[in-house]
């Protein structure tokens, strides 16, 4: 990202990455319009969504959200959307272990192939679905804490800390720019 300081505009650019199905266009949706459609189509290769956010101190924060799909064969195009990234949201859903499993995967590749200094948020989606849960929120906390990651459950369904995420990840944007 870089600040473009006549406008007061930081552009930062945020990828979302993790298994097919866990709810990354629906979370992006969401943030973006408020919405939540249970009929969403799953995304093929990648799309992009632009969002610019006010801050309280006027100053304001462009988004460039990717949303890649999680299919493997997709999986080789990852770097070119990660690459640049400021903010990485590894996604995965509380009922799914496979995609647990799939989240680790993408912090090592961003460990990996990553800029340097990119700030990562481990996110554990579908967190409506409590009684379904088979992964306990202790293993997501535990892992995201190894990986100097922050970590949040969210609900793109309820809208659950939804905002908490983004506003969570623009704040370490900034620390990251000032
Ligand atoms: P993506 O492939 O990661 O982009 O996943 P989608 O956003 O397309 O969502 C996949 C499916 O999960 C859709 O049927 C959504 O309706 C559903 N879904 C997404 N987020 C949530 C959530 O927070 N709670 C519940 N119960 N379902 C969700
Ligand atoms: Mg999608």
């Known amino acids: 990202g870089v600040i473009d300081a006549k406008n007061l505009r930081v552009k ?3 990828v979302l990455l993790g298994d097919s199905g866990v709810g990354k266009s629906c979370i992006v949706l969401r943030f973006v319009r408020g919405q939540f459609d249970p009929t969403s189509k799953v995304t ?5 969504l632009s969002q610019t956010v006010a801050l309280q ?3 304001t924060v462009k988004f460039e959200i990717w949303d890649t799909a ?3 064969r997709y999986a080789a195009l ?5 690459r640049g990234a400021a903010v990485a949201v590894v996604v995965y859903d509380i009922t799914s272990p496979e995609s647990f499993s799939k989240a680790q995967y993408w912090v090592k590749e961003l460990q990996k192939h990553g800029s ?12 409506d679905l409590q009684e379904k849960r088979e992964v306990p929120v202790q293993d997501g906390i535990d892992y995201a804490e190894k990986n100097g990651m922050f970590f949040i459950e969210t ?3 309820t809208a659950d800390n939804i905002n908490q995420l983004f506003e969570v990840g623009l704040e370490k944007l900034n620390l990251i720019k000032r």
């Open 12 to 14: 930062g650019e945020l």
């Open 44 to 48: 093929v290769g990648a799309s992009f």
């Open 57 to 59: 101190d006027s100053t």
């Open 116 to 127: 340097p200094d990119i700030v990562m948020a481990l996110v554990g989606n579908k967190a």
């Open 70 to 72: 999680g299919q493997e």
């Open 155 to 157: 609900s793109a369904k």
């Open 78 to 82: 990852a770097p070119l959307y990660y």
